[in-house]
Each structure stands twice: as C-alpha cells, then as structure tokens.
C-alpha cells in the first residue's frame, strides 16, 4: 500500500526537482553543480515518484529506456570532446559559440559535456534503479 501524501508530495516534486537539476546543469560551469549533480537530482526526482507510483507508472512517464538515454549522453560527450580535432584545434579544446543566448548564456564544447554526462549519469542511475525495482515487485 503506498501512501496517499507521498503520492502527493511526489506529483508536485518532480516537475520541480526537473527544472532544478536543468538549472543546476546549465549553472554548473563557472559555479557548483554541472552535469554530474543535475543528473543526480534528475534521477532522485524519477526515484521519488517510482517510490510513490511504483516502476510501472514512472516507465510511462520516462519513456525512453535508460540504456538509449545513457548512450546519448555517451555520443554527447564524446562528440564535444572530438569536434574540436575537425576546426584544426587540438583534442579537447574549448570551442565557443560567438553569441550570447539570453537565457543560457554562451555555449560551447564544455557545456555540450556537460549535457552528455547529465544524461550519462541519469541513464546509469536510473538502469540501476529500474533493475532493482523490477527483481523486488
């Protein structure tokens, strides 16, 4: 039986909890937080509503198997830290966008990394978790 005020807490927690961790994501550059701790907070917020919900209903939330979210992330850092070989750079150089976005700021290879261990760290965790709670139910 799971309990009604954590069924509650939990609706109101994730979409929350998500925009944390994609503001820590994108603050994670010149500041705490990044990638590793917004993917973190990402799959704390999933295992919260699995622990209120159960794996079933978290499944049709998520959506996407988290081994494909977790080579995504591989592909995104491995891309960022590569691309700087075809402009002539050497390996893992910082390349920048010119302009300034408004709301993200300026990006670059670092902050393509960053997106690609957020994802990376989400896929793991979330595999993790997933495979635990279908050996218990």
Known sequence: MRSIIL??????????????????????????????????????????Y??????DKVKTIFRVQPIKVLAFGLFLAASSVVFPIFLGKPL????????KLPIV???????V????VYFTVLGVTLNIIFTLFEDKE
């Open 113 to 116: 990394f960053d997106t690609g």
């Open 7 to 48: 069924k509650t807490m939990t609706m109101y927690l994730l979409p929350l909890l998500l925009i944390f961790s994609v503001f820590l994501l994108f603050r994670g550059h010149n500041h705490p937080g990044g990638g590793f701790v917004g993917g973190l907070v990402a799959s704390a917020a999933y295992s919260l």
């Open 105 to 111: 700021g300026s990006l670059g290879t670092p902050s």
């Open 50 to 55: 699995l622990l209120g919900f159960g794996i």
């Open 92 to 99: 893992m150089t910082g390349v920048w966008y010119e302009h």
